[in-house]
């Protein structure tokens, strides 16, 4: 299952320039805004281009096309299935986690997601459900359910840094 949503979904996994299989190596997710890719997102963060300063694992996905043309993550109640098409991105992440560690040394223990407003929910969202795969996260202008006391349960802590921005991101989508 896991091998047919990369395939339907493929994604950009960046290596740093020392990497070598004779270690474990930490991992992050970079997941796009609403009506951004994964390309401007990394040009906007620049994951890519501390990765082999810091030594990491870079997955750049994308999210699903939506009917007025932009990229989403099916995150929370909140944003951004504004078409309710019902996609799993949560098994998606899970499926690229996994496809990095077939290909890849990663470190399981130090598994990251960065988000950028629907990203940031898409993070908030994955560490709700998968919170035992998760080190930590970063939400830069994302946040999470409506009524998260009754809808987020994480089975065991996540490590979150909460990034706000001024603008109101939710009114640009609507």
């Known amino acids: 299952a896991a091998r047919a949503l990369v395939a ?3 994604y950009e996994a960046k290596l740093p320039d020392q990497y070598s299989d004779q270690k474990n190596w930490p991992l992050i997710v970079l997941l796009h805004g609403y009506g951004a890719n994964g390309v401007t997102q ?4 620049g994951l890519s281009h501390e990765q082999s300063r810091l030594g ?6 994308e999210g699903t096309v939506d009917s007025k043309g932009k990229q989403f993550w099916n995150a929370t109640d909140v944003c951004c299935d504004f078409d309710r098409k019902g996609i799993d991105d949560v098994a998606y992440i899970d499926a690229i986690i996994d496809d990095m560690a077939d290909h890849y040394r990663i470190d399981r223990h130090q598994v990251f997601l960065v988000g950028h407003s629907n990203g940031g929910f898409m993070s908030h969202r994955y560490a709700c459900d998968r919170a035992s795969r998760l080190a930590a996260f970063v939400s830069l202008a994302g946040d999470n359910y409506k009524d998260a006391a009754t809808l987020c349960k994480p089975q065991s802590p996540v490590a979150v840094l909460q990034v706000a921005q001024q603008i109101d991101n939710l009114r640009l989508y609507r």
């Open 56 to 61: 990491y694992l870079l997955a750049v996905p």
């Open 8 to 10: 339907a979904r493929p």
């Open 42 to 45: 990394d040009l906007y963060f």
